[in-house]
């Protein structure tokens, strides 16, 4: 049972280009969240998902699009990378609204 | 707008002494509360949570927290720490059933042996 799983886990990108940040979960769980994590401020949500073909935004969603076409994938992607863009990204799932578990992280720098 | 809020950024203790974290949350309905702790180069790991009934709730390695729904808080205690205590610890909290779990900002707590 691999529980959430990230990849890449560690990506550097260039101003303007484009990537896409993939998680998978195995516990069938229906609601998905995107966070990135920067020194001093906590975790912020930037997208989450309650089912599949549903997502709604976070507290900071702007440059990030994402899409839940299966219970199981829920890929974040960044359209035109910024430098405000650096970050570590961490996705969770949940069966309802307890018991999350979180990805091991994705560290992106963009310079 | 919805915010949690942690008292301390940077706790400095010494081996066996007491542990107390201050979370504060903004929301006036129900909430569900967690802690999470995230050791150095690890990703977040579930400390407790609270969902209804006592609000003194124990979880693993010897932390407690305690809700206090006049107050919208929900501090974390420990009797006392161990050197592998170093962390940063979240305060996260569920407003209603929004499903949104909203974090402070960390609180890194450091455990002198």
């Known amino acids: 049972n691999a529980g959430v799983t990230q990849t890449p886990k560690f990506r550097i990108l260039k101003i303007g280009q484009s990537m896409t940040l993939q998680c998978a979960q195995d516990?069938?769980?229906?609601?998905m969240y995107w966070y990135r994590q920067d020194p001093g401020m906590g975790l912020k949500l930037i997208y989450y998902s309650v089912g599949a073909g549903i997502t709604d935004k976070g507290e900071v969603p702007n440059g990030y699009n994402v899409s839940r076409s299966t219970t199981e994938d829920f890929p974040l992607r960044l359209e035109l990378a910024a430098p405000s863009q650096t970050s570590v990204y961490f996705c969770?799932?949940?069966?309802?609204?307890?018991?999350?578990?979180f990805g091991s992280g994705t560290r992106l720098t963009v310079v | 707008a919805q915010s949690v809020s942690q008292h301390n950024h940077h706790v400095i203790l010494s081996e066996a002494a007491s542990l107390e974290l201050g979370c504060n949350y903004s929301y006036g309905g129900t909430v569900n509360l967690f802690w999470y702790v995230q050791y150095p180069g690890q990703h977040l790991q579930l400390l407790l949570k609270y969902f209804s009934g006592d609000p003194l709730v124990k979880g693993i390695k010897g932390f407690e927290a305690e809700f206090i729904k006049s107050k919208f808080s929900f501090n974390l205690r420990k009797p006392s720490v161990q050197w592998s205590d170093t962390a940063e610890y979240f305060c996260a909290v569920i407003p209603g059933n929004t499903g949104k779990l909203i974090f402070g900002q960390g609180t890194t707590l450091q455990v002198k042996p």
């Open positions: 516990m069938n769980h229906n609601y």
């Open positions: 969770a799932s949940s069966p309802l609204t307890n018991g999350y578990t």
